[in-house]
């Protein structure tokens, strides 16, 4: 054989054992994704169940807004941190760690014998998910190219949302078969099932398993660079991303996109229903089901496209238009109370354009330099619960301020006028998301342009 075949056949061996490896990279990314679906259960845990916690514990609206609103006040303010620890840390460590407090989290609120219990549990619970989502994402650029993210990103949000759609209907049956604590410590047991599971399959990059990363291969980051970005400091790295001007549109496309949708759909949306409508607990959870679907298709369809047409702007101005106009639709369409039947798409939409954010997510990835990515995308994510953060508590304020006195056993039945004034606080929310989406100015080829 001559050196030249020999050398050609080496080359072969090599490139297929490449294809090999990289290939379990699926099996990798649906396990790091499933971890971050855990915590998209717990955030939209509370709907279902919010009559039972509000008449268990005797909590008026604030007080349960408060309860819902923790989740995104821990979650927003850990998300640069989490990204750094995304960076440093690792994923499979961080993972795995953030899935055990959520063990923890979810076992305190089965056993909770008062508020102030039930508070530290999802307190708990609040801080393991915060970690989660951006080192999944951090897998996602180490294992995934330039070409491929917005669409293996949509498709890791169509997985995570199977989380908010178990914490629909299915929870809500679950709810009226075995109680609230009781489904606190199966969530708890999937919990820690998962943790298991993520520490056995999940690598961090491909070099960790003794191949070239995607940054060299696409030529984004030589070793000795690689090198040089592991000594950033944290305030390296938060000037590097705060001071990205292109990065602060994106920033307002999440505040809006998801502090809208989570402010309503995934804590007040079935309260709203059974209270305005008179609707039963599992069929006023149907309408968090369809979003939730809405939301699976969304994620995968738009993060696609974005891919496809070599656009992030376009999806992303497309989802936060179309959102606005439903949750106007929502505030205005017969006082607050719009027909029933209108529910259906108006829910279905709403969760469909949730797809903007795996977009966004790309959009970093397109903006900042590699060594900064799980930062950069933690400085997005903290957009999206900081606008839920600040509106769930100011929505059940709106609530408790529009009061006329009206119980129902244990329960405080609020008017259909104190629904249609809270409702104007996800409306503007998503406002600023479109305006945002108007802001964002990136290249078809995915470089960004100068502002």
């Not at 690689?226 to 938060?238: F, G, I, K, V, Y």
């Not at 369409?333 to 709403?350: C, Q």
Request: charged share 10%; hydrophobic share 55%; glycine share 10%.
């Amino acid at each position: 054989m001559t050196r030249d075949k020999l050398q050609a056949t080496v080359t072969a061996g090599w490139n297929d054992a490449i294809a090999a490896a990289y290939r379990q990279r699926w099996r990798i990314w649906f396990v790091a994704v499933l971890g971050h679906s855990v915590g998209l259960f717990h955030r939209a845990a509370l709907g279902p169940m919010a009559d039972r916690l509000m008449a268990d514990f005797g909590l008026t609206a604030s007080a349960f807004g408060s309860l819902g609103a923790i989740y995104y006040y821990v979650y927003a303010a850990m998300q640069l941190p989490s990204g750094t620890v995304a960076d440093t840390l690792g994923p499979r460590k961080t993972i795995t760690f953030c899935l055990l407090i959520t063990t923890a989290g979810s076992v305190i609120m089965a056993l909770a014998p008062s508020f102030g219990v039930l508070y530290v549990g999802r307190l708990l619970v609040s801080f393991g998910a915060s970690f989660a989502w951006l080192s999944a994402l951090k897998v996602i650029m180490n294992w995934f190219r330039s070409r491929e993210v917005a669409t293996v990103t949509g498709l890791a949000g169509a997985i995570n949302n199977s989380g908010q759609l178990v914490a629909a209907t299915p929870l809500a049956l679950l709810i009226i078969v075995i109680g609230w604590r009781m489904s606190f410590v199966t969530a708890a047991a999937v919990s820690l099932g998962v943790a298991a599971l993520t520490w056995f399959v999940v690598r961090d990059g491909p070099e960790k398993v003794g191949l070239p990363s995607i940054a060299e291969l696409e030529n984004e980051a030589t070793p000795a660079a690689a090198e040089a970005a592991s000594h950033l400091t944290l305030r390296q790295r938060l000037v590097t991303v705060c001071g990205n001007t292109k990065l602060w549109p994106v920033f307002l496309v999440a505040l809006g996109t998801y502090g809208a949708y989570a402010t309503f759909f995934l804590n007040w949306l079935v309260v709203y229903l059974m209270q305005t409508y008179g609707l039963t607990r599992d069929y006023a959870s149907n309408f968090a089901l369809v979003s939730a679907v809405g939301a699976i298709l969304g994620t995968s369809a738009l993060g696609f496209m974005s891919d496809y047409i070599h656009s992030r702007r376009i999806p992303v101005i497309l989802a936060t238009t179309i959102s606005l106009i439903c949750y106007l639709l929502i505030a205005f369409w017969n006082g607050g109370k719009p027909p029933l039947v209108a529910l259906w798409p108006i829910s279905f939409l709403i969760g469909f354009n949730i797809g903007a954010m795996p977009v966004t997510y790309a959009t970093v990835r397109d903006l900042v330099s590699p060594e900064v990515r799980g930062m950069g995308s933690g400085f997005i994510n903290m957009g999206a619960f900081a606008g839920a953060a600040v509106m769930q508590p100011l929505f059940g304020y709106v609530l408790d301020l529009n009061w006329q006195g009206e119980m129902m056993g244990d329960i405080r039945l609020y008017p259909v006028e104190a629904f249609q004034k809270a409702i104007f606080l996800p409306c503007t929310l998503i406002a600023l998301g479109f305006l945002g989406a108007l802001l964002l100015r990136v290249r078809r080829n995915g470089t960004p342009r100068t502002l």
